[in-house]
């Protein structure tokens, strides 16, 4: 595919509209993975794209005693192992300056002055205005600590020259009932508007991609809907185990750490109404109707539109894997599922009876993450009169990972004399077409909330939505009892049940 010659703003461009004022970034969890592996490499990959503002500072926190220079130190081995563009030495040495640390135990009141202080220190040296960015990059059972710390400590409120803005990184609770309370926690000191629920996936380009391609190209939207639709598939497929994070994962599971926010997420941009504007809150209205619309898995409907699964031992990267009740820190009765598939239906005009296949599992054999939207056979006459040779359906499919782009499958004739179809696919790779590779989602994500754009966040109704649909599945998998869960080898795709689901309505997981 040939590249625009020139692009075309998106209108409104956020950054454009909301010059990104000097700021600085607080990092709850400053010293932790995320901050080493996501955010300061985000954060230094904007400098270098020259995004950031020519003012900031990053501030992180933790309870490891560190002084400014060991804590630059230490994010500095983060960045040159997961930063997307290499360390360059000149630019490091001026990035690094406008680093900064301070201890402190989240629950410990006196953590909040100090802070201020120190934000107020660092303010003054480097003329900042006090904007500032609080990230919550620690457990969810320091939030309410954190946001009862900073408004004690006057630093949650916006002034008519500054703001103060929260970053809420998930897991934005367990269930309904904890989700609610990490909203009302966060409620009670920040408004709406200056709360941001993070879900890294709405960072990511072919995610971004999802509305411009159904809303800035006129062939998709008109075919856009249960006449012309069979079914959707949802995959985000992890090849690791559950490597060293068996504690979190206990406690989670598949259901929570990927349907309840990326799953649900995506399938919301699939299934969306026309935004009649690019407004965070409409675009957020639009996805949230979505939310609504989805029909609840209650009781004894887990066990037709749902599947749940545990790896068993096999082979992940070519390495043995021990089956997931003999990994390090899980349970060995452990019945938390390292696989889910759902069949979810959106029952509104547009969606009546199309089927969304979501599945998502650790140790799959691949690392993938695509939307694909089959659309309805053609009618069995000229090339697909023949029952026993159908001609494979048109195949829409959006890659968010890896090899970001989108192809469209169709059938073409195959040259020559004999008369013979044969599925091809018209391919759009990001990195083929524009060259460079997508800036991170962090990157993105850090930028919106700079420019205070929520459009890509979760807003608090739609995070409680989907927690009402994922805990009535969690209750109704809750009635089961079940003392095992369905095994898969690790390496394949999944338990032989989940095949089953989507055989039984004669059709087939995409293989990725
Ligand atoms: N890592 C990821 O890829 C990822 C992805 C999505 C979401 N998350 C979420 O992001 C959060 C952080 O994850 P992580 O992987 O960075 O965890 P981590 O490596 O365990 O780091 C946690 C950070 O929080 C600090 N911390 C923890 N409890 C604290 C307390 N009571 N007072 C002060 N500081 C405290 C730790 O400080 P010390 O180290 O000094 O003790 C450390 O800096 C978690 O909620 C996680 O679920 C992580």
């Given at each position: 595919?040939?590249?625009?010659t020139?692009?075309?703003?998106?209108?409104?461009?956020?950054?454009?509209?909301?010059?990104?004022?000097?700021?600085?970034?607080?990092?709850?969890?400053?010293?932790?993975?995320?901050?080493?592996?996501?955010?300061?490499?985000?954060?230094?990959?904007?400098?270098?794209?020259g995004?950031?503002?020519?003012?900031?500072?990053?501030?992180?926190?933790g309870?490891?005693?560190?002084?400014?220079?060991?804590?630059?130190?230490l994010?500095?081995?983060?960045?040159?192992?997961?930063?997307?563009?290499?360390?360059?030495?000149?630019?490091?040495?001026?990035?690094?300056s406008?680093?900064?640390?301070?201890?402190?135990?989240?629950?410990?009141?006196?953590?909040?002055?100090?802070?201020?202080?120190k934000?107020?220190?660092?303010?003054?040296?480097?003329?900042?205005?006090?904007?500032?960015?609080?990230?919550?990059?620690?457990?969810?059972?320091?939030?309410?600590s954190v946001?009862?710390?900073?408004a004690?400590?006057?630093?949650a409120?916006?002034?008519?020259?500054?703001?103060?803005?929260?970053?809420?990184e998930?897991?934005?609770?367990?269930?309904?009932?904890?989700?609610?309370?990490i909203?009302?926690?966060?409620?009670?000191?920040?408004e709406e508007?200056?709360?941001?629920?993070?879900?890294?996936?709405?960072?990511?380009?072919?995610?971004?991609?999802?509305?411009?391609?159904?809303?800035?190209?006129s062939?998709?939207?008109?075919?856009?809907?249960?006449?012309?639709?069979?079914?959707?598939?949802?995959?985000?497929?992890?090849?690791?185990?559950?490597?060293?994070?068996?504690?979190?994962?206990?406690?989670?599971?598949?259901l929570?750490?990927?349907?309840?926010?990326?799953?649900?997420?995506?399938?919301?941009?699939?299934?969306?109404?026309?935004?009649?504007?690019?407004?965070?809150?409409?675009?957020?209205?639009?996805?949230?109707?979505?939310?609504?619309?989805?029909r609840?898995?209650?009781?004894?409907d887990?066990?037709?539109?749902?599947?749940?699964?545990?790896?068993?031992e096999g082979?992940?990267?070519?390495?043995?894997?021990?089956?997931?009740?003999?990994?390090?820190?899980?349970?060995?009765?452990?019945?938390?599922?390292?696989?889910?598939?759902?069949?979810?239906?959106v029952?509104?005009?547009?969606?009546?009876?199309?089927?969304?296949?979501?599945?998502?599992?650790?140790?799959?054999?691949?690392?993938?993450s695509?939307?694909?939207?089959?659309?309805?056979?053609i009618?069995?006459?000229?090339?697909?009169?023949?029952?026993?040779?159908?001609?494979?359906?048109?195949?829409?499919?959006?890659?968010?990972?890896?090899?970001?782009?989108?192809?469209?499958?169709?059938?073409?004739?195959?040259?020559?004399?004999?008369?013979?179809?044969?599925?091809?696919?018209?391919?759009?790779?990001?990195?083929?077409?524009?060259?460079?590779?997508?800036?991170?989602?962090?990157?993105?994500?850090?930028?919106?909330?700079m420019?205070?754009?929520?459009?890509?966040?979760?807003r608090?109704d739609a995070v409680?939505?989907?927690?009402?649909w994922v805990?009535?599945?969690?209750?109704?998998?809750?009635?089961?009892?079940?003392?095992?869960?369905?095994?898969?080898?690790?390496?394949?795709?999944?338990?032989?049940?989940?095949?089953?689901?989507?055989?039984?309505?004669?059709?087939?997981?995409?293989?990725?």
């Amino acid at each position: 595919m040939s590249s625009p010659t020139t692009p075309v703003d998106i209108n409104p461009v956020p950054e454009a509209v909301t010059p990104i004022e000097a700021c600085t970034l607080v990092i709850f969890g400053g010293s932790g993975d995320l901050a080493r592996r996501r955010l300061i490499p985000a954060v230094y990959n904007l400098l270098l794209d020259g995004l950031l503002p020519a003012k900031y500072a990053v501030i992180g926190l933790g309870r490891k005693a560190m002084t400014d220079e060991e804590f630059r130190n230490l994010v500095k081995e983060g960045v040159i192992k997961h930063s997307r563009q290499a360390l360059v030495e000149e630019t490091w040495a001026t990035f690094q300056s406008h680093l900064f640390y301070i201890q402190g135990e989240n629950e410990d009141p006196h953590t909040y002055a100090a802070l201020r202080a120190k934000a107020e220190q660092v303010e003054q040296a480097m003329q900042l205005p006090g904007n500032r960015i609080f990230y919550l990059s620690i457990p969810p059972s320091s939030f309410a600590s954190v946001c009862e710390g900073l408004a004690t400590a006057g630093l949650a409120t916006s002034s008519g020259s500054s703001y103060s803005r929260i970053i809420v990184e998930k897991p934005v609770g367990r269930d309904l009932a904890s989700a609610q309370q990490i909203n009302a926690v966060t409620g009670k000191v920040f408004e709406e508007s200056q709360i941001f629920r993070i879900d890294h996936y709405l960072g990511k380009e072919t995610v971004q991609n999802l509305m411009v391609v159904r809303f800035a190209n006129s062939i998709f939207e008109p075919i856009w809907n249960h006449k012309y639709i069979d079914h959707v598939q949802i995959t985000v497929s992890e090849s690791e185990g559950v490597g060293t994070r068996a504690s979190y994962y206990e406690e989670a599971g598949a259901l929570r750490d990927m349907i309840q926010n990326h799953l649900l997420q995506l399938l919301c941009l699939v299934a969306m109404e026309p935004p009649y504007s690019l407004d965070p809150n409409v675009v957020r209205d639009a996805k949230m109707e979505v939310l609504r619309c989805l029909r609840p898995i209650v009781g004894k409907d887990v066990e037709r539109y749902t599947v749940r699964g545990q790896y068993a031992e096999g082979t992940a990267h070519g390495q043995p894997v021990p089956g997931y009740r003999r990994e390090k820190g899980v349970n060995p009765n452990s019945t938390t599922e390292t696989y889910v598939a759902v069949k979810a239906f959106v029952e509104n005009w547009r969606w009546s009876g199309v089927p969304f296949y979501l599945r998502t599992g650790k140790t799959l054999p691949k690392r993938a993450s695509e939307v694909a939207v089959q659309f309805k056979d053609i009618p069995q006459i000229l090339f697909n009169a023949d029952p026993a040779r159908p001609q494979p359906a048109n195949v829409l499919t959006l890659r968010i990972q890896p090899d970001e782009g989108l192809s469209l499958r169709i059938i073409s004739r195959v040259p020559g004399t004999r008369a013979q179809t044969h599925p091809v696919e018209m391919d759009f790779q990001y990195s083929d077409v524009f060259g460079c590779p997508s800036p991170e989602a962090y990157e993105r994500l850090l930028l919106d909330v700079m420019a205070g754009d929520a459009s890509r966040f979760m807003r608090r109704d739609a995070v409680e939505a989907s927690w009402d649909w994922v805990t009535k599945i969690l209750d109704g998998w809750a009635q089961q009892k079940l003392r095992w869960l369905p095994e898969y080898q690790a390496g394949t795709w999944g338990p032989v049940e989940a095949e089953r689901m989507i055989q039984n309505d004669g059709r087939a997981w995409r293989i990725l």
